[in-house]
């Protein structure tokens, strides 16, 4: 059991059931990854409640020896009762072993004297014994021969072969490209990101990103299911480096759309009814797209009036 742990009860008499339940959240959040290894960062998304503090994730993970924290600012679960080395019942074993050898010594003389004295003297029977010494010998030999051959042939044809590494049952591609559908796991995702109205805007984009990604660093390997890609998926989203590199690029196309869309120029009307309007008033079919928000229409003129235009100054007469 976990709890049998000294690491453990350390954590539970010192910080009582919130801390346990602290390590378990970790724990919890570290499955979802691809590799059960994450930087703290990762972690900060899922402290949104005031129940669950940062702060005291990090002071769980880095004080209480249960994590192991590695020189790339990674950390993992430690293992929970390890197992020892059996150092003493070797160390006994080695003794009685010691402590029995000169008893095996002692029986061994005596049972050659016996033999020596049980020896036949009749030359026929030595010559007898000795060609059943030797047919025993030949048919051992064969014997092992057949076992070896044996077992070589079913580590070719049979259930010794090598098992080749899993492959997925669909190309990763298939896998990844799904991750753009519109799904309530999507929206959840990009809920949980600090950036999902843009991530959201441009799934698709994202998705061509995290593909790049793992091409870059040959974690296709690992994708043999659609859960596997979702869970790097969020991993890819929400760790520090792989997310800013990820939420600029979508900010800089984000602009880009914006800056090349023209703008609207009947965007100070309003069409009613498939009539133009503006604050109430009806606007003539043959009238120039309102000019701005403050603009009025004169029927005198039949143009726009606006506040913003400074008034033409009147003619002089000569």
């Given at each position: 059991m976990a709890m049998n742990d000294p690491r453990m009860r350390n954590l539970t008499e010192k910080e009582g059931l919130k801390g346990l339940g602290a390590y378990w959240i970790i724990i919890e959040k570290l499955a979802l990854l691809p590799e059960p290894r994450a930087q703290l960062e990762y972690l900060r998304p899922f402290c949104s409640s005031k129940k669950i503090s940062f702060a005291y994730l990090?002071?769980?993970?880095?004080?209480?020896?249960?994590?192991?924290?590695?020189?790339?600012?990674?950390?993992?679960?430690?293992e929970l009762n390890p197992v020892k080395k059996r150092e003493k019942k070797t160390a006994e074993n080695d003794g009685e072993s010691a402590d029995s050898k000169p008893k095996n010594d002692e029986k061994q003389q005596k049972t050659s004297q016996n033999n020596a004295e049980n020896q036949p003297t009749d030359s026929t029977n030595s010559l007898k014994d000795t060609d059943s010494a030797k047919q025993a010998t030949d048919s051992f030999k064969g014997n092992i021969k057949d076992i070896i051959t044996?077992?070589?042939?079913?580590?070719?044809?049979?259930?010794?072969?090598?098992?080749?590494?899993?492959?997925?049952?669909?190309?990763w591609q298939e896998l990844v490209d799904e991750l753009a559908?519109?799904?309530?796991?999507?929206?959840?995702?990009?809920?949980?990101?600090?950036?999902?109205?843009?991530?959201?805007?441009?799934?698709?984009?994202?998705?061509?990103?995290?593909?790049?990604?793992?091409?870059?660093?040959?974690?296709?390997?690992?994708?043999?299911?659609?859960?596997?890609?979702r869970r790097y998926?969020?991993?890819?989203?929400?760790?520090?480096?792989?997310?800013?590199?990820?939420?600029?690029?979508?900010?800089?196309?984000?602009?880009?759309?914006?800056?090349?869309?023209?703008?609207d120029l009947h965007r100070y009307e309003q069409l009613v009814n498939g009539q133009r309007t503006y604050l109430g008033c009806p606007i003539p079919d043959d009238a120039?797209?309102?000019?701005?928000?403050?603009?009025?229409?004169?029927?005198?003129?039949?143009?726009?009036?606006?506040?913003?235009?400074?008034?033409?100054?009147?003619?002089?007469?000569?």
């Open positions: 990090t002071k769980i993970i880095l004080e209480y020896k249960l994590f192991k924290l590695e020189e790339d600012g990674y950390f993992s679960a430690e044996s077992s070589a042939k079913e580590k070719e044809t049979g259930s010794g072969r090598p098992q080749s590494p899993l492959q997925p049952v669909r190309p559908e519109k799904t309530p796991w999507l929206e959840a995702v990009c809920m949980q990101s600090e950036y999902g109205t843009l991530l959201m805007r441009h799934i698709k984009e994202a998705v061509s990103c995290f593909k790049r990604h793992i091409e870059i660093y040959d974690k296709w390997h690992d994708l043999l299911t659609q859960s596997d890609a998926f969020v991993n890819y989203t929400k760790t520090a480096q792989t997310s800013q590199i990820l939420r600029a690029t979508l900010f800089a196309l984000d602009a880009k759309q914006q800056s090349a869309t023209p703008p120039p797209p309102r000019p701005d928000a403050t603009a009025f229409w004169n029927e005198a003129t039949h143009s726009w009036n606006s506040q913003n235009t400074a008034p033409k100054p009147p003619k002089r007469h000569t």
